[in-house]
């Protein structure tokens, strides 16, 4: 039934959820998952610092970026009708609160509950005579020779820490060789050290000690003085604008400007000031002073500055009941065993559910292809990888035996830029074309191709993802995969490549969505469409997975077909500005995130109406999706797979263990299994698809 009609315009902004203050309200519920514990104990210390990182990379693009607006007088506001200036502010006073809240559970919980598994960090005065000795030999060893402490006077001005480099504020009393009286000095912590140390058993008092890094630099940083006496010795990072800029319309080189600009990211303006809580307020205003920041951009840390740095400790303590049982991805009975991928794919459409499923069948593909000599040529995307990757292997390979291997790289992959040239490099040097995509648009698309002679006719058999070519990260992301030889689809892909690749227009394709062109206006229509059933009265419903859900256009038409009756089900894993809830605008709208072991990573759009349709996609529904880059949208075609996914988007509506409903306030509650009826999609996919260890 259609609920009434709100007065309230569509376009107000009471209707949108700030972007920023949405990203920060994942990072409380990636923050919860350290507080969880129903989790193994060294998962809550990943998430932790995992919620550090996602917040640094927060402050690296969004804050930077809202700096930059506020300190150019930006006046366009975004759909909520937030200025720049407010959202800083508000910003503000919820990253502060989420740092406290994030050293809280740190000092309060997790060190606590390790230490009593015998795995300790141990501070200085924890320090025993025969650690001591050990220490003060790695000191001499390890560190002393690669550390340079500067001391501040004018031939030794201050030296701008690099991006989120660990560096030491040094008060001094004192003079020097030279008779100066200099007071200050910083050392930096050398990049190239183990942030964590492992004590050896000789020397431990239990089977698992450690000690950070700037904690052996703290006790011996006298050494690094000599005849001088140091009276305070505080930990201190600066967080950097890391967003690059490239002037698309002045450069004819982009992997040259690229790689130009790569180096301004490490000293970009700074943005945020990271401080030992014991710092005293003239060394921390004097920082302050030389990083150009105010008051409100200093974060005081009670512990260790910069919580990335205890992400290796889990992998560094053989405790597998501390950690989530191990599993072996499944392989589909269709190709267990099988060196003809091409008849497996020729047979029908397979899909894969990664990382339920394995990513070998892939693998296989690619590398079956470079040695089949019936293939031709192989095209792919890559945006984020690297070189000792299987799939480059196999391009590369594919390359070597002289087959026409073509590869579009994006090379502004944010945080990737500089594996990507690396990449690019290694694959042009093997004989492999590698382009760059299109100037003015991030090439998001997630393609390959492999082009093959069968008889006197050549066949195309094409993989479709929702996510990057990595190896790696189909461990941690979930992400399909559809592979097919369907001609349309197959003569699609081959028009988008050709796109990429040369000049000209492209006409129009026959199965596939695209963006910058087609995506947008579609699925809009398609909102239309289950619109006009509810108002005939017949079903209609709309479901959608996503990462991330802030076009205005899109909401607005959510907001429609939610007025009309149409029952509208989103899954976004991320930041979401649609109010859900909301009388007469959006009541029959429903979003829950759900953050668990695997990082949610599909888009899957499904529209019931009539002629039902399900589509999966690179594309999450942003603006820069739909407007500025290269993505693709592609359906299933097969009703059994159709079938199976609906029912797999199913447990993610049911799951009460992992789920998280948004609120018409922009708050999220956490969804709560009553007794004994616990539901974890995530766990229902690793129980069904994949074999898990034993616990």
Known sequence: MASATSELPLGSPELYINRELSQLEFNRRVLAQAKDDELPLLERLRFLCIASSVLDEFFEIRVSGLKQQEAYGATKRGPDNMSPSEQLRAITEICHALVAEQYQVLNETLLPRLDRQGIRLLEVDDWNDRQRQWLKRYFNRELAPVISPIALDPAHPFPQPLNKNLAFIVSLEGEDAFGRRLGRAIVQAPRSLPRIVALPQSVASSPHEFVLLTSIIEAHVDDLFPGMRVSGCYQFRVTRNSDLFVDMEE?????????????????????????????????????????????????????????????????????????????????????????????????????????????????????????????????????????????????????????????????????????????????????????????????????????????????????????????????????????????????????????????????????????????????????????????????ARILAKMNALIEPQIIQALYRASQAGVKVDLIVRGICALRPGVKGVSENIRVRSVIGRFLEHTRVFYFENGDPKLYMSSADWMGRNFFSRVETCFPVHDPKLVTRVLRELQLYLADNCQAWALQSDGSYRRATAPRGKRRSAQDTLLHDLADVAAT
């Open 251 to 539: 450069t004819d080189d982009l992997l040259r400007a690229v790689e130009g600009e790569l180096s301004s990211r490490r000293y970009g303006d700074a943005v945020r000031l990271e401080v030992d809580d014991q710092c005293p307020e003239a060394l921390e205003e004097f920082l302050m002073a030389q990083c150009r920041l105010a008051k409100a951009d200093v974060y005081r840390c009670d512990g260790p500055v910069n919580l990335m740095r205890l992400a290796a400790l889990p992998d560094m303590v053989e405790r597998p009941e501390l950690k989530f049982p191990g599993f072996t991805p499944h392989i589909p009975e269709r190709v267990r065993g099988c060196d003809d991928m091409f008849e497996v794919i020729a047979e029908g459409d397979l899909l894969l559910h990664h990382p339920f499923e394995s990513f070998a069948p892939f693998i296989d593909f690619l590398r079956q292809a470079a040695d089949d000599p019936a293939v031709l040529a192989i095209r792919q995307t890559l945006y984020r990888t690297g070189t000792e990757s299987a799939v480059v292997e196999a391009l590369t390979r594919a390359a070597l035996e002289g087959k026409e291997v073509l590869v579009v790289i994006e090379l502004r992959a944010r945080f990737d830029e500089e594996a990507n040239i690396e990449l690019a490099n290694h694959l042009q040097k093997a004989g492999a074309q590698v382009v760059y995509g299109v100037v003015g648009h991030k090439t998001h698309a997630k393609m390959s191709m492999v082009i093959r002679r069968e008889g006197r006719s050549l066949k195309r058999y094409v993989h479709l993802g929702t996510g990057n070519y990595h190896t790696r990260t189909t461990r941690l992301y979930t992400d399909y995969g559809l592979f097919t030889c369907n001609d349309e689809i197959g003569q699609d892909v081959q028009q988008l490549f050709q796109q990429l690749t040369s000049m000209g227009r492209t006409r129009r394709l026959k199965t596939l969505l695209q963006s910058p062109f087609t995506l947008h206006k579609t699925m809009l229509d398609y909102v239309e469409r289950e619109i006009a059933a509810a108002r005939e009265g017949r079903p």
